[in-house]
């Protein structure tokens, strides 16, 4: 299902937008559902990355930055309460961090790196997104905090299941 430029893959996170659009937060308007294209014409890094994010937070513009240098269009999406935005996509509270972003209908929690992203899309997993909980200091983004610590990005479902994807 499309709404705005956002592909949304699983029912859970259609219903989500569905919901926060009828409420009118602003997070995209509705269009005519359609069916997502083959995974063949999808090109990932012309996909955009809606990011909504804090005005003020320094470590958002560095992940940004980070999917930029990776050939992503990014769209920023600065709002008060990113915590509403999170609970309305199905963000676990065990997976917060600091910024929740949109791509191809998958929801991206906190500092996950472009190759984990590019990998998710190209594999198409049938999951509501990836996250990298907190601020792992070394995650994109987070680069500069010393010293670096290892982290784990993880899928998460509509369950509340989490597994691996990958370890840092």
Not at 25 to 41: D, L, M, N, R
Request: net charge negative; hydrophobic share 45%; with cysteine.
């Amino acid at each position: 299902m499309r709404f705005g430029d956002v592909w949304i893959r699983s029912a859970l996170a259609a219903a989500i937008v569905a919901a926060v659009v009828v409420v009118g937060e602003g997070i995209g308007t509705p269009k005519a559902a359609s069916v997502p294209p083959p995974a063949a014409a999808v090109e990932p890094v012309e996909s955009d990355v809606v990011v909504y994010k804090s005005p003020t937070c320094g470590c958002c513009d560095g992940w940004i930055d980070h999917l930029r240098a990776a050939g992503f269009r990014v769209v920023t999406r600065d709002t008060s309460d990113v915590g509403a935005v999170k609970r309305r996509l199905g963000v676990l509270p065990t997976l917060v961090s600091c910024h929740t972003a949109i791509v191809n209908g998958y929801v991206l929690e906190g500092h996950v790196p472009a190759d984990d992203i590019l990998r998710m899309l190209e594999e198409r997993p049938a999951i509501v997104g990836l996250a990298v909980p907190g601020m792992p200091a070394g995650s994109p983004g987070m680069e500069a905090a010393q010293p670096h610590a290892s982290y784990e990005v993880v899928t998460f479902d509509g369950q509340g299941r989490t597994t691996v994807f990958s370890r840092r």
